[in-house]
């Protein structure tokens, strides 16, 4: 019988990064939903853009997915629900919100662990590059007690090394006949999720299970469920000749500070950062500071605009909608975007009016790159990466020749 994995992710650059996994693993790539229906069956991921906003409005939006999905899932499917590795966002709260909708999950099994970003789950307390992430009193935040709103009975399971898949799928399996709505599971490297996965494929045949966590999980149950055998999809990108690259990075964090510092160093590259405060409060210098980026733009070279300075008080989502709002005209002449934060990906998106991405791959681990119609979109999570990943896509975009495949290999 054949499976299919469904995937609802809280933002769009992690949605993207499931997307990925699954246009690598299964013969067919699976579409991203931006906005709009769902697809009536087969693999799919789509974007619920619930992380920032208040945990009412993110708890009716997953619900209402959920209850969509249901109506026309195969009982093999596997329904996957994508959260941030740092555990930013409503966690609780969304994994409620699908267990309590009738008939369409009986349990579910959480992992976070997101191995080559650094994030790692042990004891059940997630860790960042070694570091505990402490919860608003300071102390390490136990995923138990962040979870235990949704079942008081949440179980740990922190399987011993060198115990087989069919092993922790067995183990599973007793735990959810007891009852156990929740469980979740400790991972420190890519073979734990690996076998991670390949338990929850077993124990999916029999359970209806909602498997929880970022895409260190996906990916591998992406692998393990479609077992297509992997491949190398070819990367397209646009020609030399075409319009240049345009890039949004609305994200505050430090990673991305250091990587626009990078972009900013290079001599071909034009670089406008403005603070929040000028991004709001400013249009007349915004819009200068446009116009010189489209001087520049129709010169054939790569446009940066980011952010610069400290996150505003309030939500970022305002500063980002202006960013996209500002930069339209340019936007719209790009045949490339490149978009840092989830957040800013969505505004963009939103403002170009896309419903629908097709995700072909990844350039390197979370960096992904994605069609809409003849503009490519690459998106990228803020603190993914390190100092020089932007520098190579842009290289990488740069010195492919347009229209022709080239190799799915990393840039």
């Given amino acids: 019988m054949s499976r299919c994995l469904q995937v609802i992710a809280d933002d769009l650059s992690g949605a993207a990064e499931c997307a990925a996994a699954l246009a690598q693993a299964s013969v067919s790539p699976a579409p991203l939903v931006v906005t709009g229906p769902l697809p009536v069956g087969g693999n799919w991921v789509v974007d619920s853009d619930t992380r920032v906003h208040e945990a009412p409005v993110a708890v009716a939006r997953v619900a209402a997915i959920v209850r969509d999905a ?4 195969a009982g093999g499917d596997l329904l996957f629900k994508k959260i941030d590795s740092t555990l930013r966002g409503h966690l609780a709260d969304e994994l409620r919100a699908v267990l309590d909708v009738p008939e369409a999950v009986q349990a579910a099994i959480v992992c976070p662990a997101l191995p080559t970003q650094g994030r790692t789950l ?3 307390v997630l860790h960042v590059h070694g570091q505990a992430r402490l919860d608003a009193t300071g102390q390490p935040l136990n995923l138990i007690g962040l979870l235990a709103p949704v079942d008081p009975e949440a179980l740990l399971l922190h399987p011993p090394q060198g115990q087989t898949a069919a092993a922790l799928a067995r183990e599973l399996l007793c735990r959810l006949e007891q009852g156990t709505r929740v469980i979740v599971v400790d991972a420190s490297d890519a073979e734990d ?3 991670l996965a390949l338990a929850i494929v077993i124990v999916s045949r029999s359970v209806r299970l909602l498997a929880v966590g970022a895409a260190g999980l996906c990916k591998a149950l992406a692998t393990e469920l479609l077992q297509a055998g992997g491949r190398d999809h070819p990367m397209l990108a646009p020609s030399r000749d075409h319009p240049p690259i345009v890039a949004v990075i609305g994200s505050f964090s430090a990673v991305t500070t250091q990587q626009v510092d990078e972009l900013a160093s290079q001599a071909d590259v034009h670089v406008a950062r403005l603070d929040p405060s000028t ?5 007349a210098v915004v819009a200068e500071t446009v116009a010189t980026a489209q001087a520049c733009a129709e010169r054939g070279a790569p446009v940066v605009l980011a952010v610069s300075g400290t996150a505003p008080a309030a939500s970022s989502r305002m500063l980002v909608h202006r960013m996209a709002q500002a930069a339209e005209p340019l936007l719209r002449r790009a045949s490339t975007l490149v978009l840092t934060g989830g957040d800013t990906a969505r505004a963009v998106l939103d403002r170009l ?5 097709q995700v072909l791959g990844e350039l390197e681990p979370g960096i992904c790159l994605s069609r809409d119609g003849a503009r490519f979109v690459v998106t990228k999570a803020g603190g993914f990466g ?5 520098v190579r896509v842009l290289r990488h975009l740069r010195n492919v020749s347009g229209g022709q495949p080239t190799p799915g290999n990393k840039a």
């Fill in 279 to 283: 991004w709001l409060e400013s249009p």
């Fill in 70 to 73: 249901s109506s026309h899932r």
């Fill in 353 to 357: 009016g896309v419903e629908r991405l």
């Fill in 122 to 124: 042990r004891q059940g």
């Fill in 193 to 195: 999720l690996r076998r």
């Fill in 386 to 390: 390190d100092s020089q990943s932007l």
